[in-house]
DNA sequence: ACTGGTGATCGCATTCGATGCTAATTCGCA
DNA sequence: TGCGAATTAGCATCGAATGCGATCACCAGT
């Protein structure tokens, strides 16, 4: 196939994507007569800084190495809240569980199709795109997923 | 978001995609000697001129209808044989299972938030797409999914 | 500070999709 | 027609994720 690479990644390099602050979550779980507990804001600074997209499993793991006996239920919760308050966002792939992406700026991802391994993209002239067949449906939002070979498996 | 559209969905409208028909199936599980069993035949039977993306659950539905006491077993078992003839894809998204696709031409795909309905849609200049990030990973498919509302939750 | 009320936590049970396993059966080549 | 190998069906199992409910803890208002 075919894709034009810019060589932007530099610039990005520099800047962190993540999940915004301990601080800033906390006020958005205030402002929603959510509460913070010990348990959430573990989470909130597991999730900032953390720029690759673990799993579930993954931040209990974490989690619990700081915190033994925190729940994987209430992962589960606290990451589900973060989604819907748009914090962060949720991922799915054939033949692995959901994984929790703490970059919510507009990008894509590269997935590896050996070792499963998944890094963010940036797209440019999205709109240079020709699409048809949507017939009445209204688009909002485009996702591209890569395949193919990372550097470890290539 | 800005996309630009093309009317080149009646030209499609008029090809019919769907997974390549029962006999040539036939040969091509002869050929990896694999069995032609009668619920084989059927499937083959109701994937071929399938324009939808059907779940398992949904064939094994069909597949009942005409075949009282077909195993769902088989279903997925024949699908997966013929997914890894790449002679049908899988499609999963987030909250749903595993969504069939006879249609294995190079194409993408719209998927309504409000009722999951999945279409169809084709992409050109797909090529002047500038992409950063890839750092030693190696594309070799893409496949864009567009999320919005389709014309009847619209 | 204290306290009441509301939301959170945790662990267990449950759900759902999908696959593993295996005896009995059937396909298809010789 | 017969034999070996693949398939079927049904049940058990698995893994991810959620429902539920008793207990606990945050935090706003006093």
Redesign the interface.
């Known amino acids: ?9 530099e610039s ?1 390099a520099d800047s962190i994507f993540s999940v915004r602050s301990p601080e800033v979550l906390t006020s958005e779980f205030r402002a929603r007569s959510l509460k913070v507990t010990p348990q959430r804001q573990l989470l909130f600074r597991l999730l900032h800084g953390h720029t690759g997209h673990p799993t579930a499993e993954a931040l209990y793991a974490e989690a619990s190495a700081q915190m033994p006996g925190i729940s994987l239920r209430t992962v589960y919760q606290t990451l589900n809240d973060l989604v819907s308050m748009g914090e962060l966002s ?1 991922l ?3 033949g692995s569980s ?1 994984r929790f992406d703490p970059n919510v700026d507009d ?2 991802h ?1 997935r ?2 050996e070792c499963g391994e998944l ?33 470890d498996c ?1």
């Open positions: 196939m075919l894709i034009r690479t810019s060589c932007r990644q990005f949720s799915q792939f054939a959901t990008h894509h590269a590896c199709d890094r963010d993209v940036y797209v440019d002239h999205f709109d240079s795109l020709l699409v048809s067949g949507f017939a009445g449906f209204t688009p909002e939002r485009a996702s591209i997923v890569f395949g193919g070979v990372c550097a290539g």
